[in-house]
């Protein structure tokens, strides 16, 4: 049922003035019913009218783009959640009831990416046991560390997503929307539409995939635990007689080149990684196992054709103008579901971070699983690898030749 709320009330919900609700009601932002009442679609469209005055807009000009059909609010409320219902607490009363340090709530806010909210906010009843809940499950933790990483690991994948879809929307539809030759009705139908199904999409998949990525990361903490714990006990999981091998390439200097090119050319840069090292596994047959972003995880069969299936991708992102990097372990691994879990494969990932543009470092489980003539091992000064407590020797494969 959808909430009605007296002009009051909604002044409060959205920490607006009276003043600003009786303005924005007469320019048509805000549209109450016969008895004066509001409705959930009202507040959304206020806290909307209110970012363009805190960014700078003037009332006068939020009056114009209206009027002229430069701008409208008439769908917002397609777009968002009804917001929930308060909970009766300000901020400050929410903050001071959990009994943590002062601060810390504020500071998750800003570790989330969001901005903490004024004291004298009220807080919806949804946010208020999402943040309670926060607390509780990481209180095991024990420290102000562990709130502020934990909020962080959350926050920042949401903004870039959400931040991400908002920029390729604009790029691919709305902009090129702005140019044809259209009526204005026409372009705001379009956008309106569109809009509202990938709104609707967002969530569920988001919960979708962060589940499934769970999953993944918990079978991954258990399945390293056990083979701990059986080295322990003097206990090796069996290999095959011919190891399969994990490799790991990576666009080597990936933040600097976000950073100097934009976000859109390091898009560009990940696709044109994926599309290579699609080339390149089926070409020795092998398989991307999956993409991380500016690096791509790779199955190989035999240690041989790892090396080649890398070479081939290491040189020709080369060619593109994309230096990379890889490291490649080959030795017993765990397959679920099509992914690859395991020492074997923690290693080749610490093995490709300790590797730098345009070369191929391999472990010596690499080397003695090598059958032809075709590669070359040059050992490389020992280095500490993060997470393996013992040495690893480490060689630099280059093709004879």
Known sequence: MVRRLHATELAEEAGASPELIATLTQVGVLKPETDGSYGSGDLIRLEAANAFLDAGVTLEQLEAALSTGMFTFEYLDRFHPEPGAPSGQTFAEFADSLGVSPGLVGNIYLAMGLAQPRPDVVMRQEEVDLIRGFLEAWEIGGDEETFLRAARL??????????????????????????????????????VGSTERLTKLAPPLLLWLFNRHLRHAIDQANIDGMERELVAHGLVIPGPDQPTAIAFVDISGYTSMTEARGDELAAQAAERLRHLAALATHSHAGTVVKLLGDGVMLHFDTADAALAGVFELVDSLGASDLPAHAGIHAGPVIEHDGDYYGRTVNLASRVAGVATAGTVLVTGGVVSAIENGDYAFDPVPEVELKGVSEPVSLYEATKVG
Request: proline share 5%; net charge negative; hydrophobic share 45%.
């Open 154 to 191: 959350v926050g920042e994948p949401a903004r870039q997503v959400s931040a991400g879809w908002t920029r390729l929307f604009v790029e691919k539809v709305s902009d090129p929307l702005v140019v044809e030759d259209i009526s204005v009705d026409q372009r705001i139908a379009a956008i």
